[in-house]
């Protein structure tokens, strides 16, 4: 009988080492799921999500140019230089400018920007701009978003596509930091 009880006792206690692995298991793999949830979450959510995101959207200006791959802006006569003055010295809030210039449709179509000029702005926060339209011969609209900001609202898309059914041309660029844009047509 000692035997019977003694081999039941080794039993039960297999048993329980067998669920305490087993519990100790899940609580691992519990704990590395809330671990990812939770990197995830400050990685993916405001603003790390969106500066991501902007990063991946927007391009880098060099020699005065911004290659977009099929298409590019060619910043001409000065006018980068301008834009960059006005991101400095308006850098509490947002601006507006209108790009002049043309389009020219070779082997790799090219945006050439050679003057601009600041519409009225109705109202400028640090986030939001809202200004009068540009003319119909602009061939860019450029605003400024916050530091890092890249991705376009849907403001900016809803006024990107409004000034489309005038000058089916325009493009919307949207300046992030002073070497650094998102562009949508």
């Known amino acids: ?28 793999i519990i704990a590395i799921v809330i671990a990812i949830l939770i ?4 990685f993916v959510t405001y ?30 006569n000065s006018t980068y230089n301008e834009i960059r003055n006005n991101y400095f010295s308006e850098q509490k809030t ?14 790799k179509t090219v945006y050439h920007v050679t003057s601009l000029y600041k519409p009225d702005a109705y109202s400028q926060t640090f986030n939001e701009v809202v200004f009068k339209p540009c003319s119909e011969d602009t061939i860019i609209l450029l605003h400024t978003h916050p530091y890092k900001s890249c991705l376009a609202s849907e403001q900016d898309i809803i006024t ?3 000034t489309k059914k005038i000058n089916p041309n325009v493009l919307m660029v949207v300046m992030c930091e002073p070497d650094r844009f998102s562009v949508y047509s």
């Open 47 to 76: 603003p790390i999500g969106t500066i991501l995101g902007g990063k991946l959207e927007s391009s880098p200006i060099r020699n005065n140019i911004i290659d977009l791959g099929k298409f590019s802006i060619a910043f001409e």
């Open 94 to 107: 947002e601006f507006s400018l209108c790009l002049l210039g043309y389009k020219e449709n070779s082997n």
């Open 39 to 42: 990197v995830s979450y400050v």
């Open 160 to 162: 990107l596509n409004k």
């Open 1 to 28: 009988m000692d035997d019977t009880i003694k081999i039941e006792k080794e039993a039960e206690e297999e048993i329980a080492e067998e669920k305490s692995v087993l519990k100790r298991f899940l609580a691992i």
